[in-house]
């Protein structure tokens, strides 16, 4: 097996890193960590389920709260404990304002649409924030909108979207936030001490670095015990999936065992790290290296610092007749490195993860990678059409 927490860049040997937003490069360890099966009803393996459980409650400074958060954990992708979150917790007469600039706030509101949920997109476009100032309007003047829920970094494009204030209008309001932090879990903060929320979800295979295959919920007590019986689904309710964890300590259907370890052992290596303040320097030092190497190249990223996540940077794609995104990809890849299309509807893009196993010196190699696959292709100039820019004004 190939070291991959002191990776040779250009080891033939290696996989590609995984320059996406999850699945991720993951390290040995955690990777070795599932070469042991267990058994989902044994004292070793409920051990570690509580361990895990309790160390993602910590990393929201939830569990010395008055009333105190707790982790439920569910299988699948993100995706499921989405829809568990919404189904579980918006009851069947709420009604959710979902603001969207990108792909996961559209799919909230398909999943409330697709469980009969009453729903108000606030719809941005590809990447444009959503206001304060616009949430205050609607909220003022719908008084039957119960809950907002918003996605923290929009993958779809990497813009970080104002948590803070919009969660302070959604409490001065009386109305209750929803949180899907997938993709900022663990690296950006999410304090429940100082922001006021009601639930937050994640997934193992993000910024924590483990595997695909399950998510949890991190919901206030009161508010997950109030929510008895307002599922649309027996898998995806988060309530009982909860009660049946703190009577046997067990999972409630078949756990993923394997990545569960993985997650364990990938938490041990966050705590190692300095938890959230280490992987946040990482992730932001990463992301530095990459839109400084690109900028010289003559690349343009889609947002301004001011919005840019440490997590996925958008590029525009250079306007060069010689520039395929499909060439461009594979001569990347052959150099060792895999990166994510674009995700615009307007103007042609690529997109380049900062987050996993990765370090100062992949992302020099990268960068280094995509100049000589430029060369490759016969692209002179990287730079974007100006037409484009146009097209994507960076908001204020
Ligand atoms: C990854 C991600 C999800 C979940 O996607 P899955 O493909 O179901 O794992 C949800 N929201 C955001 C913001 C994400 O980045």
Known sequence: MTSLSSPSVSHPLRDPYLLTPGPLTTSDR?????????????????????????????????GALEDPFVCVPMQGSGSFVVEAMLGTLVPRDGKVLVPMNGAYGQRMVKSLTVMGRAVVPLDK??????????????LANDPAITHLA?????????????????????AKHGRRLLIDAMSSFGALSIDARSLPFDAVVASANKCLEGVPGFGWALVKRSV????????????????DQWRAMEASGQWRFTPPTHVVVALDAA??????????????????????????????????????????????????SPAHPKFSFPAFY??????????????????????????????P????????????????LGVTDASPDPAALAAAPIPA
């Not at 190699?365 to 696959?373: N, P, Q």
């Open 150 to 170: 918003l996605v923290h970094c929009e993958t779809s494009s990497g813009i970080l979207n104002p948590l803070r204030a919009i969660a302070e209008v959604v």
């Open 267 to 316: 938490l041990d290596q966050y705590l190692e790290e300095g938890g959230l303040l280490g992987r946040h320097a990482r992730y932001a030092h990463n992301r530095d290296i990459l839109v400084t190497g690109l900028e010289r190249q003559g690349f343009h990223p889609l947002l301004d610092s001011r919005w840019r996540s440490p997590i996925i940077v958008t590029f525009h």
């Open 330 to 359: 594979e001569a990347v890849k052959r150099r060792g490195f895999v990166l994510y299309p674009g995700k615009l509807t307007k103007v042609e893009s690529f997109r380049v993860g900062c987050i996993g196993q990765v370090f």
């Open 224 to 239: 997950l015990e109030a929510a008895e019986g307002q599922a649309h689904s027996l898998t995806l309710d988060l309530h």
């Open 30 to 62: 955690t990777k070795q960590a599932m070469l042991r099966d267990w058994g989902s009803w044994d004292g070793d393996f409920k051990a570690v389920t509580a361990r895990i459980r309790s160390r993602l409650v910590d990393i929201i400074g939830g």
């Open 361 to 376: 010196e992949q992302m020099n190699a990268v960068v280094a990678a995509m100049g000589e696959a430029l060369t490759e």
């Open 125 to 138: 476009g590809d990447y444009l924030p959503p206001t304060p100032e616009e949430i205050d309007r609607i």
